[in-house]
């Protein structure tokens, strides 16, 4: 099974910007979809992005315009670029592949 492994997580104001970056064991990336999640307390983990094989993204409506995935196969690694970051986007951020998850960053977006 894959390992993945986030960083980039952190405390950042309203309005600010961050960058999420999702490393894999193996090169799967480019074979298989893989997915940003995120889990606020209280609440069900959700789909926040995802990026298929060929390329095409997704993203749920409440970061769509603000968040960007990407990757970079040779580096076997998954990006989210979050933007215009909002209270509401705080939450603990999990990349997935099939069965696999990463352990989580921490994102903490002030008021």
């Known amino acids: 099974q894959v390992r993945l492994a986030e960083s980039g997580g952190g405390l950042v104001q309203a309005g600010g910007s961050l960058r999420l970056s999702c490393a894999a064991s193996?090169?799967?990336?480019?074979?298989?979809?893989m997915g940003w999640y995120r889990q606020a307390p209280g609440k069900q983990r959700e789909l926040v992005a995802g990026i298929r094989p060929s390329g095409i993204t997704n993203y749920a409506d409440s970061v769509r315009g603000r968040f960007t995935i990407s990757r970079n196969n040779a580096k076997n690694t998954v990006y989210l670029q979050m933007n215009s970051l909002k209270a509401e986007d705080t939450a603990v951020y999990y990349c997935?592949?099939?069965?696999?998850w990463g352990q989580g960053t921490q994102v903490t977006v002030s008021s």
């Open positions: 997935n592949c099939e069965t696999s």
């Open positions: 193996a090169n799967i990336f480019s074979i298989r979809y």
